[in-house]
C-alpha cells in the first residue's frame, strides 16, 4: 500500500480495503461501513496543490442525480487529507472491455453511447462540461448499466477558474480542436463522445500519432478515415453520431439531446412475436418467408440431382479479403511519469532510458520493463503498441 494509504485508513466511517486505482490528483480506495453495510469508492487527494480542483469535482458531483452517474456520497477529510466518498461501481472498466475485445459490435456500441450520452444530456442541461470524456472514465455493470465515474476536471458555468493560462487540460487524443486554444464548451464534450464512439466500434483512434504537433494538427483539421472503410457494416445511426459530432466548428456539432433522439430508446426483444406467426404477417416476414422457401427448393434440387460443375467461360470472381496491412507498423507510444523528476526506463537488456522515452513497434508488439526513480518503488510494467493509444502515464508509488 502507498503512504497515503498508511496514513489513512478509515474516511467517514468506511474502512479502506484495497487500492483500485490512481490518478493525477488521488488514490482511489475500495472501502466498507460496517454500519450502513455499504461498499464505497473512496478517493484521496495526494497532491496538495490540487484542493481547490478537487474540492471543484466534490462540488459538481454532489450536484447530479442521474443512473448514468455514480453517485457523491460526501466530502470529507482524514488526516488532514481530502477525501471524495462515492457509489462504488461493479463491473469492468470500458477500457479494459475494449481492450479485452479489440472492438465493439454496433448493438454493443449503441447501447453504451445511448447511456452515455443521456448523462451528458443531463449534465449539459446544468451547465457542467465534463472534459474529460474516454473509455477509462466509464464503467459496465453485469447487468449492462454504463456508470460515468469521474469529474475531476469538469467544469461548471460558476466554477472558479483552475487553469493557468497556456496549459490544456484533458486527455490529447479526444481534445476537440478549440480546447488547444483554451477554448472549452459544452459541445467538446460531444466531439470526445464521438472519438470514442469511433474507437468502440473500429478498435482505432480516429486522430493518431505518436508526434503530439502532429497529433493536434491532425484534430484541428478534422481529417479521419471513415469509419466505413474499417467496418462497412457500420449503423446509419452510429455513423450520423460520428458525422454530425467530429465537426471542427462546434456550433456545427449535433447537441447531446440530438443524439438522444437519433439513437432513440433501447429496444427491448422479448422473444417470438407470437402475432407475426398467428396473425396477419407483415410484407417483410412474407418476403422473408418466401425466400426461405426458395433456398431450400435450391437446395433439394441441388443435392437430389447430378452435381453441377462450373461453366470454364464464367468468369470467376476474385475473393475479397479484409485489409489485414498493419496500418501502423513502426509506431511509437511514449512512456512517461508525470511530475516524478530522474524517472529511467530499465529494459530487458539492462539499458536504462531516461524519461519520457518512446518505445517503437508494430501493432500488437509487447514490450516488458521497469522504471526506476530515486525515492520511489521499483514499477515493472508492460506496454502493448496499439493504435488506440500514444502514451501511457505511469504513477509510482514513494519508499518509506
Keep these: 500500500m502507498s503512504s497515503a494509504y498508511e496514513q489513512v485508513t478509515e474516511v467517514a466511517g468506511y474502512r479502506l480495503a484495497e487500492r483500485i486505482g490512481s490518478g493525477g490528483m488521488g488514490e482511489v480506495y475500495k472501502a466498507y461501513n460496517p454500519s450502513l453495510n455499504r461498499y464505497a469508492a473512496v478517493k484521496i487527494l495526494h497532491q496538495v496543490a490540487f484542493a481547490d480542483r478537487f474540492k471543484n469535482e466534490a462540488y459538481i458531483q454532489s450536484s447530479v442525480n442521474h443512473p448514468n452517474i455514480a453517485r457523491l456520497y460526501e466530502y470529507a477529510s482524514s488526516n488532514n487529507k481530502h477525501c471524495i466518498v462515492m457509489e462504488y461501481v461493479e463491473g469492468e472498466c470500458l477500457d479494459v472491455l475494449l481492450h479485452r475485445k479489440g472492438k465493439l459490435t454496433n448493438d454493443e456500441t449503441e447501447n453504451i453511447i445511448r447511456q452515455i450520452v443521456s448523462a ?3 449534465l449539459h442541461q446544468k451547465d457542467i462540461m465534463h472534459r474529460d470524456i474516454k473509455p477509462q472514465n466509464f464503467k459496465v455493470q453485469p447487468d449492462g448499466t454504463v456508470k460515468m465515474l469521474d469529474f475531476g476536471i469538469a467544469k461548471h458555468k460558476y466554477s472558479p ?14 481534445l476537440a480542436p478549440e480546447q488547444f486554444h483554451q477554448e472549452p464548451e459544452i459541445k467538446s464534450d460531444i466531439w ?3 472519438v470514442m464512439t469511433y474507437e468502440l466500434l473500429t478498435g482505432y483512434m480516429p486522430f493518431e500519432s505518436s508526434n503530439p504537433v502532429a497529433l493536434q494538427s491532425r484534430i484541428k483539421k478534422g481529417s479521419f478515415t471513415d469509419p466505413r472503410i474499417l467496418i462497412p457494416d457500420i449503423s446509419e445511426k452510429l455513423l450520423t453520431v460520428i458525422e454530425r ?22 429496444k427491448h426483444h422479448t422473444g417470438i412475436n407470437s402475432t407475426a406467426i398467428f396473425g396477419v404477417p407483415s410484407k417483410k416476414i412474407l418476403l422473408g418467408a418466401g425466400a426461405v422457401v426458395l433456398l431450400l427448393l435450391i437446395f433439394f434440387f441441388y443435392s437430389s440431382g447430378p452435381d453441377v460443375k462450373p461453366d470454364p467461360q464464367e468468369p470467376v470472381k476474385p475473393k475479397v479479403e479484409k485489409n489485414t496491412t498493419d496500418p501502423v507498423a513502426g509506431s511509437k507510444v511514449l512512456i512517461n511519469t508525470p511530475g516524478i523528476r530522474n524517472a529511467e526506463l530499465i529494459l530487458d537488456n539492462g539499458d536504462h532510458k531516461p524519461l519520457p522515452y518512446s518505445v517503437e513497434g508494430n501493432e500488437g508488439d509487447r514490450f516488458q520493463f521497469t522504471i526506476h526513480a530515486d525515492g520511489y518503488k521499483d514499477k515493472k510494467v508492460e ?3 496499439t493504435p488506440r493509444r500514444s502514451s501511457f502515464e505511469y504513477n509510482l508509488e514513494k519508499n518509506q
Excluded: D, H, W
Excluded at 477558474?161 to 479526444?174: C, H, N, R, S
Excluded at 467530429?246 to 437519433?262: D, F, Q, T
Design 245 to 266: 459530432s467530429l465537426k471542427v466548428n462546434p456550433v456545427n456539432r449535433i447537441s447531446a439531446s440530438g443524439i438522444e433522439s437519433l439513437l432513440g430508446k433501447k
Design 120 to 122: 451528458l444530456a443531463y
Design 192 to 194: 470526445a463522445l464521438a
Design 383 to 385: 506496454v502493448q503498441i
Design 161 to 174: 477558474k483552475l487553469t493557468q493560462v497556456g496549459f490544456v487540460v484533458g486527455t490529447m487524443e479526444y
